[in-house]
C-alpha cells in the first residue's frame, strides 16, 4: 500500500479559482492596451440607469401599495359606516324582544325618535302612524339587513 503523507497541503480554492480562470477574465479593468477603456463618463453612466430602473422599479412597488393603501381605507370607511348603521337601528325604541332571523320595519316619530314595529306599512292598511323608514332582518351577529327596496 502506498504512503499518502506528503507534506505539500491540498490546493485552496483560491489557489484552485486562479488557476482554472484566465488573469485577464478575472479582471474587471482592461488588462490589454486593444481592450476598450473604461472611463468616468462610462461609469457615471451605468450608475444613472442603474438608478433610473432603480426608481422605475420602486416606483411601480409603491404604486401598486398606494393602491392597495386607498382599497383598504375604502373598507374600513364601508365597515364603520356599517356600524354606525346598526348601532343607530339597535338603539331605535323597541317593546318585544328582538330575535336573529325576524324582519323588523323601522318608523320615526315627529320628534326625530326611531322605533321597531312588527308591523309593515301594507299591515297598516297603508296608512302607517310615522313615517316608515325601511324593514330590516336582524342577523346572528347582531347586524342588520335592510330587505325592503328603499
Do not use: N
Not at 507534506?7 to 479559482?17: Q, R, Y
Not at 365597515?79 to 320615526?108: D, M, N, T
Not at 316619530?109 to 297598516?124: G, H, I, N, V
Request: glycine content about 6%; charged content about 25%.
Amino acid at each position: 500500500m502506498a504512503d499518502r503523507s506528503s507534506s505539500a497541503p491540498p490546493p485552496t480554492p483560491a489557489a484552485t479559482t486562479h488557476a482554472l480562470v484566465p488573469r485577464a477574465a478575472a479582471s474587471p479593468f482592461p488588462l490589454s492596451r486593444l481592450a476598450p477603456s473604461f472611463d468616468l463618463v462610462d461609469t457615471a453612466r451605468e450608475i444613472q440607469d442603474a438608478d433610473r430602473m432603480l426608481g422605475a422599479v420602486v416606483g411601480g412597488q409603491l404604486d401598486v401599495i398606494a393602491t392597495q393603501i386607498r382599497a383598504l381605507q375604502d373598507q374600513a370607511r364601508s365597515l364603520l359606516e356599517k356600524a354606525r348603521q346598526a348601532g343607530e337601528l339597535h338603539r331605535a325604541a323597541c317593546s318585544f324582544k328582538k330575535r336573529p332571523g325576524a324582519v323588523y320595519h323601522l318608523y320615526r316619530r315627529s320628534d326625530d325618535s326611531t322605533y321597531f314595529s312588527m308591523l309593515s306599512p301594507s299591515e297598516w292598511r297603508g296608512d302607517p302612524p310615522h313615517p316608515f323608514e325601511g324593514s330590516f332582518r336582524l342577523e346572528l351577529d347582531a347586524s342588520w339587513t335592510r330587505v325592503d327596496a328603499g
